[in-house]
């Protein structure tokens, strides 16, 4: 098995991982009657965020330091994973009157793999920062 592939299996469970806490935590906070499901959903993500941040900077890149730097983009790659989640759905089933199950495994095939790939070549890149990023 490549090492890239090694990786990628890593990525998935750490996605798996994330994606079973945001469950939890919009569950737990909407079923406790603390906020509503929209506010519960918002903590959730952002839970799930950290949680898949962490663990997908300590195993899956066995990244080390420089959170400064990856968080923010590792944030932005989620929220642009977020983003093309939506525009799959609306253009599959909004537009092309799609079965939604159709749209679901659209966004299961093409989202994970371009995360990985931004996160693997943006977020945790272990190449050296050039000038540009030398001063932010």
Same mark, same amino acid.
Request: aromatic share 12%; proline share 2%; net charge positive.
């Given at each position: 098995?490549?090492?890239? &592939?090694?990786?990628f299996?890593? +990525? &998935? %469970? ?8 945001h469950v939890?935590?919009?569950?737990a906070l909407?079923? @406790? =009657?603390? &906020?509503? +499901?929209?506010v519960?959903n !918002?903590?959730? +993500?952002?839970?799930? #965020? ?11 890149f %066995?990244?080390? =330091?420089a959170h400064a $730097?990856?968080?923010?983009?590792f944030?932005?790659v989620?929220?642009?994973? #977020?983003?093309?989640?939506? /525009? !799959? ?5 909004? /537009?092309?009157?799609?079965?939604y199950r159709?749209a #679901?495994?659209?966004?299961v /095939? &093409?989202?994970? =793999?371009l @995360?990985?790939a931004?996160n693997?070549?943006?977020?945790f890149d272990? $190449?050296p ?8």
């Amino acid at each position: 098995m490549t090492a890239v &592939v090694r990786q990628f299996g890593r +990525f &998935v %469970a750490v996605g798996a991982a994330a994606t079973a806490t945001h469950v939890g935590v919009a569950m737990a906070l909407v079923e @406790s =009657g603390t &906020v509503g +499901f929209s506010v519960a959903n !918002i903590v959730a +993500f952002c839970v799930a #965020l950290v949680v898949s941040y962490l663990g997908n900077h300590g195993w899956t890149f %066995a990244a080390v =330091g420089a959170h400064a $730097r990856r968080f923010p983009r590792f944030a932005v790659v989620a929220v642009m994973g #977020l983003a093309l989640n939506q /525009l !799959i759905v609306f253009l599959t089933v909004g /537009l092309a009157g799609w079965n939604y199950r159709i749209a #679901l495994a659209v966004v299961v /095939l &093409v989202v994970p =793999g371009l @995360s990985f790939a931004v996160n693997r070549r943006w977020v945790f890149d272990e $190449r050296p920062f050039v000038a540009s990023e030398r001063s932010s």
